[in-house]
């Protein structure tokens, strides 16, 4: 005899759960968090190190570096002055999950910290799924890709509060069209915040360092 | 690819289920998945079988029932689908909305026998 038994689980709530529980952690603590997500290639690294060489100063920054295979990203983090960043190495894995963010942060004082990002793994699919406790996810792009990414990665760009179009100093060496890239993303997510950037000549960063600052004041009062 | 991690948990959380109710056959495992969840329903499918040749679960099909997106608009209020992903409100263009479902990834039911 065949009996249909109900379950209604999601599927990663074991996931879910430990995300809350970081999330609880940085509230209490203050700590903004930013899941920052890209394909590979993308600038997320150089976007992290120009931000340490301009905030290093007046914003206490951890970093916790997703990557496939090495610690690259870390030791090039560390060398442009991030005092707290811990590596993580999925081992092949094409997402950060909320447990690998966890073991990181075991080892962060989150006390010492003001800003958190967490450089996910570069894929623009698997790390849609897990929610690792961040306030915000912030999708970067870049010139060099087509202006359609958000057509092809949906589900990303819906979840994430910011999207950072870098590389524009290369404007014109491609078929790449901002105007294409927003109209695309704004249909997707008419909340999107918008920057246009070049990690390579610093164009325009000094309006991302204006909004992370904003963002922390806002974490302080309890606002965001 | 992460379907193969999503489809451990599946299988984990099936055995977890056959355990606690004493249960050793199951035949089909029911989901729920909207397009927003990020997973893609045949690879999924795929990788649920590939992982389930042998054992306790080898007789179990994987049957997903697709939630179609839905959203409704901050502005005017209108509650609509989502085609192409496209979360602009049909009836007054704006594109302030909130997703009501198609992000699901849930685990409804077994079938044991």
């Given amino acids: ?224 | 690819m992460h379907e193969m991690s999503i489809a451990a948990e599946i299988i984990d959380a099936v055995q977890q289920k056959m355990d606690e109710q004493h249960l050793t056959k199951v035949t089909a495992v029911g989901l729920r998945l909207g397009r927003l969840s990020g997973i893609n329903a045949e690879a999924l499918a795929f990788c649920f079988e590939a992982a389930t040749q042998d054992g306790a679960l080898a007789a179990a099909k994987l049957s997903i029932e697709e939630v179609p997106m839905r959203a409704d608009c901050r502005t005017c209020s209108a509650n609509f689908e989502v085609e192409d992903f496209i979360f602009v409100c049909p009836r007054c263009g704006s594109n302030d909305t909130n997703v009501l479902q198609g992000d699901e990834l849930h685990l409804a039911y077994i079938v044991a026998e």
């Fill in chain 1, 1 to 224: 005899m065949n009996t249909r038994i109900s379950i209604e689980k999601k599927v990663l709530s074991e996931n879910d759960r430990l995300a809350a529980g970081i999330r609880e952690k940085l509230r209490k603590n203050r700590v903004v968090a930013i899941n920052l997500v890209s394909s590979p290639g993308s600038g997320k690294t150089s976007l992290l190190e120009k931000t340490l060489g301009a905030l290093n100063d007046k914003l206490r920054m951890g970093i916790i570096a997703g990557d496939v295979q090495t610690e690259n990203d870390a030791v090039r983090l560390r060398a442009a002055g991030g005092r707290m960043v811990r590596p993580i190495i999925t081992g092949g894995a094409c997402h950060l999950d909320a447990r690998m963010v966890e073991k990181a942060l075991n080892e962060l004082d989150l006390r010492d910290i003001d800003i958190l990002f967490i450089e996910n793994v570069g894929n623009l699919v698997c790390p849609s799924s897990y929610d690792l406790g961040e306030d915000l996810k912030v999708v970067l792009i870049s010139t060099t890709e087509g202006d359609d990414k958000p057509l092809k990665y949906p589900a990303m760009f819906r979840k994430s509060t910011a999207m950072i179009v870098n590389k524009i100093d290369l404007l014109g060496l491609s078929d790449f069209d901002i105007a294409r890239a927003e109209t695309h993303a704004r249909g997707i997510n008419g909340m999107l915040k918008m920057f246009a950037v070049s990690c390579r000549t610093s164009a325009n960063l000094s309006i991302w360092y204006d909004w992370l600052t904003e963002l922390v004041t806002r974490k302080k009062a309890a606002a965001l």
